[in-house]
């Protein structure tokens, strides 16, 4: 059974800083994997996907990387602001579950706060 | 907000209610979803329905009962929960049979229910 596990639950730092968030997952035949983020009380925003053959993918100040043989995804957010501020969930796509939908299988999440 | 709307946003009900939570999107998907976030868990898929026909349903209570009756629209019917059912419940549509290694979910905002 696919587990997927986000470090650290809980991120505070400064404006500006660049940060790290790690998301790992148990098996690696996924078919790609999403990097969600989500307001508090709100729906998810879709920031990146990264398919299985991909290494990375880059959006503004947003690059999420994933190394599928090891089981590991990366986002790197550059420059913080307190806009980024939010819940961020990575989520991976399962090749042997596919009956014509997805099924993604969540991590529960680092909580980052930006601060002033 | 998405192309995928959720009504109501909030509901109250009690025990031995019945209510209904809406789920609609406007993008020409076929496939769609029902998640329960609940506080300190990651999210969990309930139901899949993919042209119009379920095709995972992740032992779920038969309080829930989820209606699709075209593509565009979900359904999730309630009744005779209990507390320990209040949370977030995301709808999301996606793109059945669209190449799965590029293919998104699209999340709607989410109904906040509170079961008393």
């Known amino acids: 059974k696919q587990e997927v596990t986000q470090i650290p639950a809980a991120l505070s730092v400064p404006e500006g800083e660049n940060l790290v968030l790690n998301c790992s997952f148990t098996d690696s035949a996924i078919y790609n994997l999403q990097w969600f983020r989500q307001d508090p009380g709100k729906g998810l925003t879709s920031l990146l996907l990264?398919?299985?053959?991909?290494r990375e993918q880059t959006s503004g100040r947003l690059n999420a990387s994933l190394d599928k043989s090891s089981g590991r995804s990366t986002l790197y957010i550059a420059a913080s602001q307190p806009g980024d501020s939010a819940t961020y969930l990575c989520?991976?796509?399962?090749?042997?579950?596919?009956?014509?939908?997805?099924?993604?299988?969540f991590g529960q999440g680092t909580r980052l706060t930006i601060n002033p | 907000e998405t192309g995928v709307t959720q009504t109501p946003r909030h509901l109250v009900m009690g025990m031995t209610n019945k209510k209904s939570l809406k789920c609609e999107q406007h993008?020409?998907?076929?496939?769609m979803y029902w998640y329960k976030q609940s506080a300190k868990k990651p999210l969990e898929l309930m139901f899949v329905y993919n042209f119009k026909e379920q095709t995972e349903n992740n032992s779920v209570p038969s309080r829930f009962s989820p209606e699709c009756p075209n593509s565009s629209h979900l359904f999730l019917h309630l009744h005779t929960l209990q507390p320990e059912d209040s949370a977030l419940y995301l709808c999301a549509s996606s793109q059945a049979f669209a190449p799965i290694i590029r293919n998104e979910q699209f999340f709607g905002p989410g109904t906040r229910l509170t079961v008393l």
């Open positions: 990264i398919q299985s053959s991909q």
């Open positions: 993008l020409g998907h076929n496939a």
């Open positions: 989520a991976v796509t399962h090749r042997s579950e596919i009956q014509g939908a997805q099924k993604l299988v």
